[in-house]
């Protein structure tokens, strides 16, 4: 099992507040997100965005989170076998966590370096494939953490806080 983490500067100590109250949040919200369905892929993070919109979320904070939650979402869909979006809204916060069912990510630095993909032909004809998503995910999240086991299951999260 390979963990990749990330804090943007002056976090780590806020998410780990955050992670050891363990607090329940006031709004879930989750999705499926179906292998290789781009119809469907992408619903969560749209509606994610309207529910922060109601919410009156900042705008610069909205569109973080939707860049993020957006291209973590195509990526289950694009490159594994299907999975599930989770949103936990809380008071200063908000967290999503990608699960899906594999086949994991081999070489999680690897995965992040900008440019990299393994994107096939189908998933490049719908214009993916740039290798930008995941360094996109890290430079709009507060903290990150991508857990993936090769051969089984990724998981990848991230906070942004409001
Ligand atoms: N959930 C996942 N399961 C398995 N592999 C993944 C997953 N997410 C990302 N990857 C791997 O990491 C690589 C880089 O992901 P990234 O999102 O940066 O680029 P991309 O999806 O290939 O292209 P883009 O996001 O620019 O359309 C992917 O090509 C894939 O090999
Ligand atoms: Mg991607």
Redesign the pocket.
């Known amino acids: 099992m390979a963990e990749y983490r990330f804090f943007a500067d002056g976090f780590e100590e806020r998410v780990s507040d955050y992670l050891s109250n363990k607090p329940e949040a006031d709004v879930e919200l989750e999705f499926a997100v179906p292998e290789k369905d781009f119809n469907t892929a992408g619903k969560g993070s749209s509606e994610l965005k309207n529910l922060l919109k109601r919410l009156g979320v900042d705008s610069e904070i909205l569109r973080r989170i939707a860049v993020a939650s957006y291209?973590a979402e195509?990526?289950?869909a694009?490159?594994?076998q299907g999975g599930v979006m989770k949103s936990a809204v809380h008071d200063e916060l908000i967290h999503v966590s990608?699960i899906?069912s594999g086949?994991?990510?081999g070489d999680i630095e690897q995965?992040?370096v900008p440019g990299?993909?393994?994107?096939d032909d189908l998933v490049r004809e719908l214009g993916?494939?740039?290798?930008?998503?995941?360094?996109?995910i890290k430079k709009n999240s507060d903290a990150m953490r991508i857990v993936?086991q090769e051969g089984g299951s990724?998981t990848?999260e991230f906070l942004i806080f409001f």
């Open positions: 291209e195509i990526n289950v694009a490159h594994s990608f899906d086949p994991g990510i995965a992040m990299f993909s393994t994107a993916f494939g740039a290798g930008l998503g995941l360094p996109n993936s990724t990848l």
